[in-house]
């Protein structure tokens, strides 16, 4: 008998046994079910912002794209969001946690990124699945982090914001400082006449304008060239910084906020098809494992007697 006929004798000569074997194993899965906690799916979709102008929003509205999109992601995935979505909840009380252990922290983290899952979809919008025990918690989540998302932006543009604002304040007075003292200079030359270095500046794109009136000596025209050359830069400073003055008063783009998540009381875990399928497939391998095993030993002790 060759090697399929022997395995093919095999099966069926214990099929009761296979057959008892994954009626009770479905029968366990079944009975581990009614010891799982259930747990609730809520679901949060959100478009990313777009980063054009808001003058160009209203003439040309659009979602973003896959570069906001991924920006989006990485803000709702990251660390600050997670202990912001952490410490509002109390997480650490909901999942049991003693903090006095010292891998309280990792056994948080690890029970979050499992339960609190983002990812995009083939359309570019970002989803929010929550799982919780409860299902009034998971959706307040999902709600909770697309709502904090743009505070979160907010945050972190208005500190770089800032921080480039004060920049280009620095810049323009340190400009502003050098011009004024170059003009100092010239009023000593002129006798501190201001309205004559005013005319002057005015009318320097005059072809008609004769400079020679103001401009006597080679000292002196040498510092209304520095001027000259400090002021543009002065004007050009002044309206960069105007320019970001006006930007930090001008909310930024916010997300679009497509499905606000809703309490979901329909339990998506455990599954009791999927338990039944793995208790029964899980007992017919171990009833398998052992029953070939003890056939193998029978015919080797039986072998030996002969």
Avoid: C
């Avoid at 399929?4 to 029968?27: D, E, P, Q, T, V």
């Avoid at 505070?151 to 604002?165: P, V």
């Avoid at 979901?264 to 039944?276: C, G, K, Q």
Wanted: charged share 25%.
């Amino acid at each position: 008998m060759n090697d399929n006929k022997k395995g093919i004798h095999f099966l069926f000569r214990y099929r009761k046994l296979w057959l008892l074997s994954l009626i009770l194993g479905g029968a366990l899965g079944t009975g581990i079910s009614f010891f799982i906690s259930p747990k609730y799916l809520s679901t949060a979709i959100v478009y990313p912002y777009n980063s054009q102008t808001r003058e160009n929003l209203i003439s040309n509205p659009q979602f973003g794209f896959e570069f906001e999109s991924e920006q989006l992601m990485q803000l709702l995935s990251s660390k600050s969001m997670r202990d912001r979505t952490i410490e509002k909840f109390e997480l650490y009380d909901y999942y049991n946690l003693d903090t006095n252990e010292n891998s309280w922290n990792a056994d948080l983290t690890e029970r979050y990124v499992r339960d609190v899952v983002v990812m995009r979809s083939k359309y570019l919008s970002v989803v929010i699945n929550v799982t919780m025990k409860d299902p009034k918690l998971a959706a307040d989540i999902a709600n909770f982090q697309i709502d904090e998302v743009d505070k979160f932006r907010a945050t972190i543009f208005e500190e770089n914001r800032m921080a480039d604002l004060e920049k280009s304040k620095e810049k323009m007075e340190l400009i502003e400082k050098e011009k004024d003292s170059l003009a100092e200079a010239i009023y000593a030359t002129k006798g501190d006449k201001e309205a004559l270095l005013f005319n002057f500046l005015e009318n320097l794109n005059n072809e008609n304008y004769d400079p020679s009136e103001f401009v006597n000596s080679p000292e002196l025209e040498k510092l209304v060239i520095n001027y000259r050359f400090s002021y543009d830069q002065f004007v050009a400073a002044r309206n960069d910084y105007d320019a970001k003055k006006q930007a930090m008063e001008e909310p930024i783009p916010s997300v679009y906020k497509v499905d606000r998540a809703q309490p979901s009381y329909r339990a998506v875990s455990p599954s009791f098809p999927l338990n039944i399928a793995l208790g029964a497939l899980a007992l017919f391998a171990l009833t398998f494992v052992v029953r070939y095993s003890l056939e193998k030993w029978g015919q080797l002790k039986q072998e030996a007697k002969s």
